[in-house]
C-alpha cells in the first residue's frame, strides 16, 4: 500500500524555520520530520511513498535527489581531467519515492485529489507530514479491513486546539470545535482511505477535514482507531524541542528502527 503524505503547507506557526524550508522537512535530530514518518512506515513494511509537496516543493525534491549521494561509500577520481564517480555501498532503504508539485495554495483536499493518478484504485495511508505517532500500522490497517468502511482516522485524547471528532460505537458521528477543559479525541491522521473517497474531493479549494470527512461521517462510513499512545504534531519550536529532546534522551517513542539518528548536541 503507498502511503501519502502531506506536506504542502506554509507551516506559519513555525516560520522561524518554515520561512527557509517546508515545514516537514524542519529537522529533529538532523533528519526532517518527513524522514522520521516515513520511518515510522516502513518499520511495517510499507515503503512506496507519495509526497504532496507545494511550499518551496523544490526543497524536498533536492533533499531526496540528494539522499542516495549523502548516504553511499562514493569515490571520487579526478586524474586525466575526468569526473568519475564510483559507488562503493549504499546505505538507504528499500523506498520509493514520489513527490508531486500539488500546487502553492491547494488545500489540503485538492492536495489529495492532485496524486489520485499515482494512487490508483486502492486502499492507501495518508497522514500528515508534522506529526510522529507510535501506532501500530498494520494493526490500524487490519482494523480497516475489518470494518469495511471507507476510511478510518487514527484519534487520540490530548489538550490541544484541535478540531474534535464526536465517536459513537467506534463511527465518527461529527467534528465539533474543541472546548480547552475537555479531553475530547482529536484528528491525529493516520488515516486508512478507500479509493471512493477521491470521489467526495471537488477541486483545489477543498478542505479535506471539513466536506469530504464531514460526509463519510454523515454517511457511517468514517470510522476512528483509538491510539492511546504518543502522538506529537510539531506546530511551533517548543513542540520541535521536546522532540528533539526525547530523541537525545533514547526516549522517542515513535522510534523503532534500529538506525541511529545525527543528533544535534
Known amino acids: 500500500m503507498k502511503v501519502v503524505l502531506l506536506a504542502g503547507g506554509f507551516g506559519s506557526r513555525i516560520s522561524e524555520e518554515s520561512v527557509f524550508k517546508p515545514k516537514p522537512m524542519i529537522e529533529i535530530g538532523g533528519m526532517p520530520i518527513l524522514w522520521h514518518i516515513m520511518k515510522e512506515f516502513a518499520y511495517y513494511g510499507h515503503n ?49 519515492v514520489t513527490v508531486v508539485d500539488t500546487g502553492y495554495n491547494t488545500m489540503t483536499g485538492g492536495r489529495i485529489k492532485r496524486i489520485q493518478k499515482y494512487v490508483g484504485n486502492e486502499p492507501f495511508f495518508m497522514t500528515y507530514g508534522d506529526g510522529v505517532c ?15 468502511k471507507q476510511a478510518t482516522l487514527t484519534a487520540v485524547k490530548m489538550k490541544q486546539d484541535k478540531g474534535v471528532l464526536d465517536i459513537e460505537g467506534g463511527a465518527v458521528k461529527s467534528f465539533r470545535e474543541k472546548n480547552l477543559s475537555d479531553g475530547a479525541p482529536i484528528n491525529a491522521g493516520y488515516m486508512v482511505l ?39 504534531c510539531m506546530d511551533n519550536i517548543r513542540e520541535k524541542t521536546m522532540l528533539e529532546n526525547l530523541l537525545q534522551a533514547g526516549k522517542a517513542p515513535w522510534k523503532k528502527w534500529d538506525k541511529d539518528v545525527p543528533l544535534n548536541i
Open 194 to 232: 478507500q479509493p471512493e473517497v477521491f470521489d467526495l474531493i471537488e477541486g483545489d479549494d477543498t478542505v479535506f477535514e471539513r466536506k469530504p470527512l464531514e460526509t463519510l461521517a454523515s454517511k457511517g462510513e468514517l470510522m476512528s482507531y483509538i491510539h492511546e499512545g504518543f502522538w506529537q
Open 134 to 148: 507510535d501506532v501500530d500500522i498494520n494493526k490500524l490497517l487490519d482494523f480497516h479491513k475489518n470494518h469495511g
Open 48 to 96: 512506496e511513498f507519495v509526497i504532496c509537496a507545494g511550499y518551496k516543493q523544490e526543497y524536498i525534491k533536492e533533499w531526496f535527489a540528494n539522499y542516495f549521494l549523502h548516504n553511499s561509500d562514493v569515490s571520487f577520481d579526478f586524474r586525466n581531467g575526468n569526473n568519475e564517480m564510483t559507488v562503493h555501498h549504499s546505505h538507504l532503504e528499500p523506498w520509493m
